[in-house]
Structures are given as C-alpha cells and as structure tokens.
C-alpha cells in the first residue's frame, strides 16, 4: 500500500491510523519513564541523586511527548483544533501526576531556589545557600540532557517508520519549521514571557488547592496558553523543552531563539 496518496498528503484514514499510532508512542512513552521513575526511586533510595534523576527521567518524558504533539500539530493530523487542545491538557495532566517533585523547566527550578532561598534563616546562610545553587545547576543541566537525550530517542523511534507520519518525517530528515519566523521577535518574547508568567503564577495561586483539583486546574491554564500563544511562538515557556523541540528547527538563529526561548521565560 503507499503510504500517501499521488497528491502527496495523507488522506483521512491515514491521518487516524498516525493519531492511533501517536496515542500508542505517548502511552509507552509514559509507561517506559514510569518503570525508569520507580527503579530509580527504589536504587537511589535515602540519596540526593534521586531528585536528579527524578528531574532527568520527568523531563525526558515531557520532552518526548511533546516532540510527538508537535509533529502531530505540524502534519495537521490533530485537528480539529478541539483535538490538539485536549491531547495537550491530558498531556499536562498525565505530566503533573508522574513528575513525582520535578520541575522539568529551568524556570521553574530557579522560582523554587529563589523562594527557598527567601525562606531560609539562621546562621551558614551563605554555605547553604551556596549548596543550593550547585544542586540548582545540577537540576537545570540534567533537564538540557533530557532535552538532547529525548530530540535523539524520537528520532530514533521515527525512523522505525512506525505509522506513515513517521515515514514522512523520517524522509524529509526530521525537517521542521518554528513558527517565530512569522511574528516580530520582541512579540514573540512578550508572547513567552507572558505564558510563562500566568502559568507560573496560576501554580502558585493553586497550591492551596487539593492534589486532584490542582493538577486539573494548572493543566487548563496551560492549555488555555497554548491556544492563545501556539501560533506566534508554539507557546513552549520552557526553555529546555525549547532546545528539544524549536532550536533544530529553521525559521530563526540560535540568538533569536534564546531570546525568546530561553529569555522569555525568565524574565
């Protein structure tokens, strides 16, 4: 059978057999983290090793499935928009509840230094405060790893060719384009500055909330910042999952994108 019709796009009985193909990726993508998760947890037991590897595996995981939800997205297969937008709020439920404490942002990880830091007293301030920039780098560079390790692990699952997406993709040599190449670069910062800070700050306002509601709540802001910025900038507001899934793509120089990739987010 060929994979794509003479005209060169997929029909809509190949568009569902690549959705179906995808859901099985993400599902045992989740599932491999998961058992990596629980032996980690279990050899790294009483060890500060454990956070970090926690971080790693949970970044992986995030970096992974966003990779597949992007090339869903790029190839039209996730629409109608509804579509897209539900498989990014399971997603992110799916993420928050596996993490088990990791940030998987460096933003993240440098609002939580800055808030322990604000809450800490007595006296060999400095000397801790010192051991917790150097865990900060280890956490920040163990989530950049992830990152690279995840951009190299789909690539490998794609060129198994495992649905016809997979096939094309492979073919075209994973090319893909970042959409900040349509927009000026000052919006397309202000548009990851500000996803980033309402997503943030709806975390923060939900932590008084009970576990069940919090996750739920967090994953539709994130949805919601999705929707509203995905077309200028891909609404990422994580510059690790940045460097996995927009920096190999064209559209833009390594300066523009740390810019509003990595900048962005900070600020």
């Keep these: ?3 794509w019709n003479c005209e060169g796009e997929s029909g809509p009985g190949w568009m569902m057999a690549d959705l179906v193909v995808s859901l099985f990726v993400l599902a045992g993508t ?18 500060a090793y454990g956070a970090y590897a926690a971080e790693l595996i949970s970044t992986l995981q995030l970096c992974a499935c966003t990779h597949e939800l992007k090339l869903l997205g790029d190839a039209g297969v996730s ?34 230094f800055l808030r322990e830091r604000g809450s800490g007293s007595g ?26 390790a995840a951009r ?33 670069l000052l ?9 980033a800070f309402v997503v ?21 802001v994130i949805t919601m910042a999705v929707y509203a910025g995905g077309s200028t900038t891909g609404a990422v507001f994580n510059p690790a999952l940045a460097f996995s899934t927009q920096f190999p793509c064209s559209g833009g120089t390594f300066a523009e994108y740390s810019l509003v990739y990595w ?4 600020l």
């Design 123 to 148: 006296s060999g301030g400095g000397l801790r405060t010192g051991a917790r920039v150097a865990a900060l780098a280890a956490r920040v560079a163990c989530q950049f790893a992830a990152a690279v």
């Design 30 to 47: 989740v599932l491999a983290c998961e058992v990596a998760r629980r032996a980690s947890s279990r050899l790294l037991s009483g060890s």
């Design 79 to 112: 629409q109608p928009p509804l579509l897209a937008l539900a498989l990014t709020y399971a997603t992110s439920v799916v993420q928050a509840l596996t993490s088990r404490g990791a940030t998987c942002n460096p933003s993240g990880a440098c609002e939580r």
């Design 187 to 195: 919006e397309a910062a202000a548009v990851e500055t500000a996803c």
């Design 1 to 3: 059978r060929k994979p």
């Design 200 to 220: 943030h700050a709806a975390a923060l306002g939900a932590r008084s909330l009970r576990e069940g509601y919090r996750v739920h709540a967090v994953a539709a």
């Design 263 to 266: 900048m962005g987010p900070l």
């Design 152 to 184: 190299a692990a789909v690539r490998r699952v794609w060129a198994h060719g495992l649905s016809d997406l997979h096939a094309r993709h492979w073919a075209s040599a994973f090319r893909c384009t970042s959409p900040i190449g349509g927009a000026p």
